[in-house]
Nanobody
Framework: QVRVEQSGGGSVQAGGSLNLSCTAS????????MGWFRQAPGKEREGVAV???????WYGDSVKGRFTISKDNAKSTIFLVMNNLKPEDTAIYYC???????????????????????WGQGTQVTVSS
């Protein structure tokens, strides 16, 4: 059984920084994608940053240049460093893992309708102005 456990987040003023981490366990192989999605009140869930098993990375347009995703393969753990946070970054952030998703030539292929995505419990990130 796959488990996805995340930690981090919190509250910060605009311009500040926060970190998130997430560990996936239970996959038989290491060839799976992990990433971060977020959902603000009244808005649809959107992708934030994703890293594939080969290290390929995708960022959402709104976070490029401010957020950095990285991975410790040995620990099946990903990290998200969020710098220069803005009030519009306020949302619940979810870690996700899927062994059928992928990042190829900078494009993210992660269609929730095509396969199972394993989700973390979510963590609140609040940025005040």
């Amino acid at each position: 059984q796959v488990r996805v456990e995340q930690s981090g987040g919190g509250s910060v003023q605009a311009g500040g920084s926060l970190n998130l981490s997430c560990t996936a366990s239970g996959y038989a192989y290491r060839s799976y994608c992990m990433g971060w999605f977020r959902q603000a009140p009244g808005k649809e869930r959107e992708g934030v940053a994703v890293i594939d098993s080969d290290g390929s990375i995708w960022y959402g347009d709104s976070v490029k240049g401010r957020f950095t995703i990285s991975k410790d393969n040995a620990k099946s753990t990903i990290f998200l460093v969020m710098n220069n946070l803005k009030p519009e970054d306020t949302a619940i952030y979810y870690c996700a893992a899927a062994d059928w998703a992928t990042v190829v030539t900078g494009k993210l292929y992660w269609d929730m309708k095509r396969g199972k995505t394993n989700w973390g419990q979510g963590t609140q990130v609040t940025v005040s102005s």
